[in-house]
Every structure is written in structure tokens, then in C-alpha cells.
């Protein structure tokens, strides 16, 4: 009676946690799948013109030079940050009209403009104010990460991920009962067509859980992330940055590149990937924010941001981020499969199909339901 009991509770935990997460888990599984090739996709759809044929290790040139450029070019924009890619010999100089708009994602005020890292010549450029357009993959990662609902639309889907890990997780505890009197892996494709999908919905759920249940956690942790790094910055970051508060933003700005330098020489074992400017929300009026990630498959997940005095060129401090996002850090290339080039992106893909499968046949026998899983388990234990 008391098993009768714990198996009436696990499936009311796993009907009503699945029903309620899998509209949304479908729309994440969805999008998810061409954000697994998104570098593809986007240099087919949108190819940049080849690199400079350069002797291997050569030089990278001065971000001043690129940075002087972009402001020559883009009058009455500053700049915002510099991304300078460590897998690609790029480097791209993010402008903007105001802070306010460099934050707002897709904004029709912002511009980019691509250089080739070790000659400074300009790849490509984004298109004029207000005429650039989201492309296929940015569609998808807005879908993907938040609805076009901003911050609630990340938390909502977070919530939708809390239900979806326990409903793999009742999953796992119910497929022991179900299976006391069948072989693994029984398709029992002569009964009903709703018996035959039952089958199939608990054999490709318990063969994809694990990796369901790794991705689901790490996609909730994803989702917290803004108001994560939202309580660090009011904590550390905001004891830290207290003395340089309500001053403005230097009018003389040190060397871009010699800030870089400042951190490379200071992190020897990491690399320098982007570069903020001074006055940024989220970080000093007085500082560059430069952010460094290990050199190791490892560490390269993890990130150390690092303040460097915007007149001198000095290097002010290296911030030690906290344990909650560093497990951030460290989750992301769980959740995203980017981290063993293309052969783990297809098995990554190749799982994303079998999980939409497994989230339809669960709405399939919803809707087809003529009596309760709990009557059927509990037929099962006699």
C-alpha cells in the first residue's frame, strides 16, 4: 500500500511539473538546435571576406590604430568594448550613442566594425544607424534565452527549467516500476498506438535523462545569471568601485593597447578577450574593465576581470569572482556542447532531436489519455 502510495505521489510530481515546462521546453529545444552550429550558420548566411594570408604567430596589431579608426569613421559614437578573438585573428570595436544603448541588446544605435587582428584593415562593418537587422541566430538566442521578455523572460524560463529537472528527476524514480515486467528497451508496437508511444517515450527518456538533467540544471543556472552577477556587482564590485563614484569619465583616455599589456604581462597563463571603456553601469567611470580567461580546455571557461587605471595605463586590480559564478562560468559549455568542436556539436544535436521527441510524445499522450499512468504502474507492481 505505502509503494502504491509513493508511486500515485511521484506521478502526480512528474504529470503536472511535465505538463506545465513543456510548451516551453519544446521552444528551447527548438532554438536550441541551430544554436548548437550558430558559427555556422552565420558565416553561411552572412560570410566575412578571408583573412590576410599571414606567416603563422604573426604579431597582432595595435588596438590603438583600430580603435583611432573607428572613431574616424564614426563620428559622434563612442566606443563601448572591444571583443579580440582567440580563436579567429579578429577584433571587433563595438560603438554606440550612450551607454543606455550600448546595453540594450539589438539596439538601432550601435555599430561594429571588424578588423583583421594582425594588420588592422577592416574586414567588415555593420550597416548605418537604425538599418542594421537581427539576424537568423540572434532571433533564436533572444527566443532561446528570454522571449523578447528581458530579465522576466529569463527568470520565467528559468522557472520553467527548476520543473523540467523534477520532472526528469520523477522520471527516473518511475521507470523502475514501469519496467519490473518488461525487457529494456520494449516497444510493444502491436498494442495501441498510445501503448507503442508510452514505450517510446520512456526508453528515449531514460536514455537521453542523464544528459537531459545535465542540461537542463546547467540551462537554469544560464538563465540566473543576470541577477547572479546583479548581487557580486552589488557586493564586492560596488565596495570596491565606492571611492570612484559620481566622478566622470576621464576626458583624456590612456592607450587602449598598453591597458592590454598591463593585464597580458600581469597573466601570463591567460588571455585578454575583451576590453570595456570607462563608465560603464556595471563597472568604473575611471577604469577599463578588461576580461582574461585561462589558456587551459579548463580554465578557458573561466573568466578574471581585471581594472586598469583609464589614465595611467596601470593595472589597478584583479577581481577574484565568487564560487556561484565561477560554477557559471564553468556550466555554459555543458550546456551549449561548444567545447569539443563538431563532432560533439552533431551528438549534442543528435540528443536535442531525441529530447523534442520525448517532450511530444509526452503532449501526444496527454492528449490520448483513456485512463490514469498511476491505474497502469500500479497493474504493473501485481
Known sequence: MGNSINIKRWFWWHRWTSLICTLFLLLLCLTGLPLIFGEEIDDWLEPSPPYAVMPENSPRASLDTMVNYSLQKNPGLMISSIFVDDDEPQVIVNLATSWKQAMTPHSDSTRWVKFDARTAKVIQESKALGEEKMGFTDIMLELHRRMFMGLGGELFLGLMGMLFVVAIISGFVLYGPFMKKLDFGTIRARRSSRLKWLDLHNLLGIVTGLWLFVVGLTGVINEFSVPLFGIWQLTDVNKMLTPYKGKPVPQQLSSVEAAYDSVAAA??????????????????????????????????????????????????????????????????????????????????????????????????????RKRTHEDYFLKQQN
Open 267 to 368: 597573466l601570463p597563463d591567460m588571455s585578454v578577450t575583451s576590453v570595456v571603456f570607462p563608465g560603464a553601469p556595471y563597472s568604473s567611470s575611471q577604469h577599463y574593465l578588461l576580461w582574461a580567461k585561462g589558456n587551459t580546455p579548463l580554465k578557458s571557461r573561466l573568466f578574471s576581470p581585471c581594472l586598469v587605471d583609464a589614465k595611467t595605463g596601470r593595472l589597478s586590480v584583479v577581481l577574484q569572482m565568487p564560487w556561484y559564478l565561477r560554477g557559471l562560468e564553468v556550466s555554459r559549455p555543458l550546456h551549449f556542447g561548444d567545447y569539443g568542436g563538431m563532432p560533439l556539436k552533431v551528438i549534442w544535436a543528435i540528443l536535442d532531436v531525441l529530447a523534442i521527441v520525448v517532450l511530444w510524445s509526452g503532449i501526444y499522450l496527454w492528449f490520448k
